[in-house]
């Protein structure tokens, strides 16, 4: 067991820690409500008009971010790492996602090409400041501490999550309360999770210090190494084989998991037939266990080990799968969806720690963008792969939900070829 003060690097507080969390507690209002709950729902069902290609121009949207975020996601890192001024970028990343969310508020029927337009830039800037955020983990974690300082993250990221669904629900209860119709009232979710993400992510942006040092060498440099190093995130993987394999891992787990994030409220309401309050209601709840799920394997992790751990979150999103695809019932679905709360928190959690493991210092930022080129390409795969399964098969969601768990299989079988470095338990 290890006290609160030496989990951490010399000179880092509680207090800091602390601050560095409150970034995921911000963000996550993010994914909870305009990727997973509400505006995913309402983007198929009022700005697509339930069209039959509704569900796939809402996973194509999401594809074409992630695609963007793969281009731009190494530039930043590289700037990032070489400039030594991963909160200045942290900043403006996070500034261009709340107001391009906070925007989304006026869309509504008619306005599909400034909603997709709006859908991208949000999150592609969401995607770049997840990246920065993690890589001040290993700043401010002992090696050792690293998946019980990311489970804090996780953990206090999902009440965040709570907090803005919360607020939904209150803006959706009172619009009902008013008699308007949803394409009245559902937008302005938006505004109230933008809202929450900047506010939540101030005490991130000034109090977390900057511990990186910069490189000292001039933009022309910079911008030539930016080149170079967009093809590094490929030479560092042939340079570190054993994180090649947990990327290629990364890529196909994170594909089941970026399907759930982003179509789990259209499942519930096409198939499951749930109503957005009742919705709203299943996420919130959700949320809590997976805020648990992050909390408590964060410390089975650190006991357990990184491999271990990450096989059992990975199993337990295959037992959501399957369940999910055969629920005939509100009952058997609350329980699929929950399980899936702690897989998601404790799945994401162990990812994050386990990448602190392979980075060296000073490569921090670049290989916390190796991860993420193969978490966007699992946000890029699982999306367009369900969405292209219910276009051929006329809005078939449970064979979509059956393919998304073939990808967790997938991962699974992968990460038993993963040896990770010696300085850790596995």
């Given at each position: 067991?290890?006290?609160?003060?030496?989990?951490?690097?010399?000179?880092?507080?509680?207090?800091?820690?602390l601050a560095w969390a409150s970034y995921d507690f911000a963000n996550s209002?993010?994914?909870?409500?305009?990727?997973?709950?509400?505006?995913?729902?309402?983007?198929?069902?009022?700005?697509?008009?339930?069209?039959?290609?509704?569900?796939?121009?809402?996973?194509?949207?999401?594809t074409l971010s992630n695609l963007l975020s793969i281009a731009v996601i190494?530039?930043?890192?590289?700037?990032?790492?070489?400039?030594?001024?991963?909160?200045?970028?942290?900043?403006?990343?996070?500034?261009?996602?709340?107001?391009?969310?906070?925007?989304?508020?006026?869309?509504?029927?008619?306005?599909?090409?400034?909603?997709?337009?709006?859908?991208?830039?949000?999150?592609?800037?969401?995607?770049?400041?997840?990246?920065?955020?993690?890589?001040?983990?290993?700043?401010?974690?002992?090696?050792?501490?690293?998946?019980?300082?990311?489970?804090?993250?996780?953990?206090?990221?999902?009440?965040?999550?709570?907090?803005?669904?919360?607020?939904?629900?209150?803006?959706?209860?009172?619009?009902?309360?008013?008699?308007?119709?949803?394409?009245?009232?559902?937008?302005?979710?938006?505004?109230?999770?933008?809202?929450?993400?900047?506010?939540?992510?101030?005490?991130?942006?000034?109090?977390?210090?900057?511990?990186?040092?910069?490189?000292?060498?001039?933009?022309?440099?910079?911008?030539?190494?930016?080149?170079?190093?967009?093809?590094?995130?490929?030479?560092?993987?042939?340079?570190?084989?054993?994180?090649?394999?947990?990327?290629?891992?990364?890529?196909?787990?994170?594909?089941?998991?970026?399907?759930?994030?982003?179509?789990?409220?259209?499942?519930?309401?096409?198939?499951?037939?749930?109503?957005?309050?009742?919705?709203?209601?299943?996420?919130?709840?959700?949320?809590?266990?997976?805020?648990?799920?992050?909390?408590?394997?964060?410390?089975?992790?650190?006991?357990?080990?990184?491999?271990?751990?990450?096989?059992?979150?990975?199993?337990?999103?295959?037992?959501?799968?399957?369940?999910?695809?055969?629920?005939?019932?509100?009952?058997?679905?609350?329980?699929?969806?929950?399980?899936?709360?702690?897989?998601?928190?404790?799945?994401?959690?162990?990812?994050?720690?386990?990448?602190?493991?392979?980075?060296?210092?000073?490569?921090?930022?670049?290989?916390?963008?190796?991860?993420?080129?193969?978490?966007?390409?699992?946000?890029?795969?699982?999306?367009?792969?369900?969405?292209?399964?219910?276009?051929?098969?006329?809005?078939?969601?449970?064979?979509?939900?059956?393919?998304?768990?073939?990808?967790?299989?997938?991962?699974?079988?992968?990460?038993?070829?993963?040896?990770?470095?010696?300085?850790?338990?596995?």
């Open positions: 067991m290890y006290s609160g003060k030496n989990l951490l690097m010399p000179g880092v507080s509680k207090r800091e820690v209002g993010y994914t909870t409500v305009i990727l997973t709950a509400v505006y995913n729902a309402f983007f198929v069902s009022v700005v697509a008009e339930n069209a039959v290609w509704a569900t796939f121009a809402w996973t194509l949207t999401i190494p530039v930043i890192s590289a700037l990032a790492d070489a400039k030594a001024n991963k909160r200045f970028w942290l900043a403006v990343m996070t500034g261009i996602c709340c107001m391009s969310t906070a925007t989304l508020a006026y869309t509504g029927p008619g306005t599909l090409a400034s909603a997709v337009i709006l859908i991208i830039i949000s999150n592609t800037a969401f995607n770049a400041g997840v990246s920065l955020n993690s890589a001040f983990l290993s700043e401010l974690a002992k090696p050792e501490a690293f998946g019980k300082v990311s489970g804090w993250g996780w953990s206090f990221g999902y009440l965040g999550g709570i907090v803005s669904l919360a607020a939904c629900l209150l803006i959706v209860f009172e619009g009902q309360k008013a008699g308007l119709p949803a394409d009245v009232y559902v937008p302005y979710t938006a505004m109230s999770t933008a809202t929450i993400f900047f506010v939540m992510a101030l005490p991130m942006l000034l109090y977390v210090k900057e511990r990186s040092k910069p490189k000292n060498i001039s933009f022309e440099k910079t911008f030539k190494r930016i080149r170079k190093e967009s093809a590094d995130s490929f030479r560092l993987l042939k340079r570190y084989p054993e994180f090649l394999k947990f990327c290629a891992c990364g890529l196909f787990y994170q594909a089941g998991i970026a399907v759930v994030i982003t179509l789990s409220a259209v499942y519930a309401q096409l198939v499951m037939k749930f109503t957005t309050a009742q919705t709203i209601s299943l996420i919130l709840v959700v949320n809590i266990t997976a805020a648990i799920g992050a909390f408590v394997f964060g410390y089975v992790q650190d006991r357990l080990g990184h491999k271990k751990t990450l096989a059992l979150t990975i199993l337990l999103w295959i037992v959501m799968g399957v369940m999910a695809a055969f629920s005939q019932g509100p009952v058997t679905f609350w329980i699929a969806a929950n399980i899936a709360g702690v897989a998601m928190g404790s799945s994401q959690s162990a990812g994050r720690a386990v990448v602190a493991v392979f980075a060296p210092a000073g490569e921090l930022a670049q290989f916390y963008s190796a991860w993420n080129v193969a978490v966007w390409g699992a946000n890029v795969l699982g999306p367009i792969t369900y969405g292209t399964v219910t276009w051929l098969t006329s809005g078939d969601q449970r064979t979509a939900i059956l393919v998304t768990t073939l990808f967790f299989v997938i991962g699974l079988l992968i990460l038993r070829w993963v040896r990770l470095p010696s300085k850790t338990s596995c």
